[in-house]
């Protein structure tokens, strides 16, 4: 409950210092971001039918970048449409959702066209797609794969931009919570009695984004 609580302020503060960011805005740059994002998703038990390897997805979406008064401070948010592959077992599942980052940064200008900076914030995620997914292996064991309808993590990534328009960066995502939730059934005994198992996930992220700013 104490975690939960802790959480749930700072992602309130982290949005309040956006919101007061926004404000203090000097420009605003509109743009495009997409890119490719490395899956790997962690049970809290292990079982030889659960598949814990990366799998690959990709995003697209728009994005704005606010400068403010504070010099190398600026904020970046996006709406992206993300979609990735994970895998449980013998299945693949695909996951559709909406996420939207919004990141303080704190950046340099290396020379007249080139720049560094690095950055952290919160992450929204909210389910687009099919959330429950539900199967038989080859023995009829039952299976059920549920994901969160919204989660939220924390990003923190470093890039650069190279002219005025252009920018790649690479980020890696940390949930604050679970991601999914997964039932299976066993045989137990030698009597065929089905035994029920439960476990949480939580899905790291890495991400590889190039923005192109208008």
Known sequence: MMKRLFFHRLSLTAMALFLTMSSLAQD????????????????SSSSDILDESNRAGFFIGPTMRIG???MGLSV??????????IKVGTRTLTQECLVVPAHARLGVDVG????????????LNYNLGKSSFQWEDVDKYRKHFTFQETTLSVNFGLGAKIGGNLEAGIYYNVPLGKTADFTWDTLATELQDQDMHTAKSKTNAWRLAVSYYF
């Open 112 to 123: 007249d066209l080139l720049g560094i900076f690095i950055c952290a914030g919160p992450q």
């Open 76 to 85: 970046d948010v996006s709406a992206l449409y993300d979609q990735r592959n």
């Open 68 to 70: 403010t008064p504070v």
């Open 28 to 43: 605003i740059q509109i743009g495009a971001k997409g890119g490719l994002d490395l899956t790997s998703m962690e049970f």
